[in-house]
């Protein structure tokens, strides 16, 4: 016993309070979540909310990975039978979840939830919900935008972000996002977001730059990246010269790592 870590118990962001209208709090302002360190019960809260208030209209989500007896898709379940307009975009290619994708795909159909299973030829990863409600200056779009999985059970488990916000920008983003994985659009242009396989290592190496451009003419510059792995050559090459100009660099990276750091 002595040997195992104790167990850590996440702690609850303070602009979020159970119970209380999650909508209202996201209006007042973006919320950064960070799992496993605080809970990941807000972004089940948010589902769940949106699956019973009666101004929801629509709730779209990708579902890369969940858990058994998933509390999200029984809110996409519920919401689907109380009318409203469900897509789930379900990735049939996840790693050793195959199987169980495709039976959770199967049940969300039989609930009415309109089930899309991603773009031939390519893996969906991104992790996002867009909500779109009724309020009295109009329709407002509410976001999650994550780096983990749908799941309450990993959550405890894995280091993610998740972002939650009405920014107009981003909502219509991901209408054009879900458009396009859906097959209603099949190239869109996005302000926000960068989305593979078109505009990732472009939009990277792009801010990269623009940190190089501020250190040589001596201005502030910093980059700091949380990452699975590092093995893109071009953007190594941009963080090379970077750092080269003076740029402080800081990488998290918990797998491969094709860079090497250190070297004057």
Do not use: M
């Not at 169980?100 to 939830?113: C, D, P, S």
């Amino acid at each position: 016993e002595d040997l195992r870590q104790e167990s850590y118990v996440p702690q609850r962001n303070p602009r979020i309070t159970p119970g209380e209208n999650i909508f209202s709090e996201i209006k007042k302002g973006d919320i950064l979540l960070h799992h496993p360190y605080e809970t990941f019960d807000p972004v089940v809260d948010f589902i769940k909310q949106a699956a019973k208030d009666e101004k929801v209209l629509a709730i779209k989500q990708t579902l890369y990975r969940t858990s058994s007896n998933s509390p999200i898709i029984d809110a996409l379940i519920d919401a689907a039978h109380a009318g409203k307009q469900v897509l789930a975009l379900v990735e049939i290619k996840a790693r050793f979840d195959e199987d169980a994708n495709i039976a959770w795909a199967r049940k969300l159909e039989r609930a009415g939830v309109h089930v899309v299973y991603g773009i031939v030829g390519l893996k969906t990863h991104c992790k996002l919900i867009e909500v779109v409600r009724q309020e009295a200056d109009g329709l407002r779009r509410y976001c999650h935008v994550g780096t983990g999985n749908y799941n309450p059970k990993t959550a405890r488990l894995y280091t993610d972000l998740g972002l939650l916000t009405c920014d107009p920008v981003v909502g219509q983003d991901l209408t054009r996002l879900f458009n396009q994985l859906s097959g209603y659009a099949p190239k869109s242009s996005f302000h926000r977001l960068l989305v593979a396989p078109r505009t990732v290592r472009t939009g990277l190496i792009q801010r990269i730059r623009r940190e190089e451009d501020a250190a040589r003419a001596g201005k502030e510059a910093w980059i700091k990246i949380k990452v699975n792995s590092i093995v893109d050559e071009k953007t190594i090459d941009a963080l090379y010269r970077a750092s080269q100009a003076g740029v402080k660099i800081d990488i998290v990276e918990r797998g491969i790592c094709a860079l090497k750091p250190g070297v004057p």
